[in-house]
């Protein structure tokens, strides 16, 4: 059973125009939710990060919006650029789970030049 | 490197033989975590080290799967008996700090063992 879903497993994006990942989940305890960037053979890298306190949080080109309501975030990079071409999960933590993040599936981005 | 290393990047072997993956977390971080990656799936968390807490072994799927981490830094991931389902790349991650992963204190993750069964 997911509990965090990234239902879109591939994206494709002009450079310069708007990418939105999205993500949802369905544990009511998760309070803490991040994004990790992924290109082959390396490990993911930490990318942007919220708290279930924000609705928004933003860093340079990244802004992670949360909808708490609805249990669904969204990742939005803009302007994409081609080295933006990558896998992006999203994951999400608590602390009754120890903060261990439960990762999604992945959504894999191109960003054409 | 100031990095997570793990070794070795590759690992084919036989069905049936054990293998070791090792994991070198960052100098000085506390928490080390285990996750593996099977074929178009997420990450699947598979055990978490803290400092000298027990570690949470609430995700490694059959007692075929082991860990240890040795005087609080090298990590070693041990499967028993391979099984081909156990192919996927497998993935360390270490932060300073216990709590929530955050821009403060983000997971580093090494690049990975690619384990391949026969």
């Known amino acids: 059973d997911q509990q965090v879903k990234q239902n879109s497993p591939s994206l494709s994006v002009q450079e310069g125009r708007i990418s939105i990942l999205n993500c949802d989940y369905t544990?009511?305890?998760?309070?803490?939710f991040l994004w990790y960037k992924k290109y082959p053979a390396e490990g993911p890298t930490f990318l942007i990060s919220?708290?279930?306190?924000?609705d928004k949080n933003e860093d340079g080109r990244f802004t992670v919006f949360l909808n708490k309501s609805a249990k669904h975030l969204s990742l939005h990079i803009v302007p994409s650029q081609p080295g933006d071409s990558a896998v992006y999960f999203c994951?999400?933590?608590?602390?009754?789970?120890?903060?261990?993040?439960?990762f999604g599936r992945g959504t894999s981005l191109i960003v054409h030049p | 490197g100031a990095g997570v290393s793990q070794s070795p990047s590759n690992k084919v072997t036989e069905k049936g033989k054990d293998v070791e993956l090792r994991c070198d977390p960052i100098s000085g971080h506390t928490a080390l975590y285990w996750y593996r990656q099977s074929l178009g799936q997420g990450l699947e968390f598979l055990i978490y080290?803290?400092?000298?807490?027990?570690?949470?072994k609430s995700g490694l799927p059959s007692d075929r799967f082991s860990a240890e981490r040795t005087g609080g830094s090298v990590s070693t991931l041990t499967i028993q008996r391979t099984q081909q389902e156990d192919s996927a790349v497998y993935l360390c991650?270490?932060?300073?700090?216990?709590?929530?992963?955050?821009?403060?204190?983000?997971?580093?993750f090494g690049d990975g063992t690619r384990l391949s069964i026969l």
């Open positions: 080290f803290q400092g000298n807490s027990a570690p949470d």
């Open positions: 544990n009511s305890m998760f309070d803490y």
């Open positions: 919220i708290s279930s306190i924000k």
């Open positions: 994951a999400a933590s608590y602390i009754g789970g120890s903060y261990i993040p439960t």
């Open positions: 991650a270490s932060s300073s700090q216990s709590g929530a992963v955050n821009s403060n204190q983000p997971q580093h």
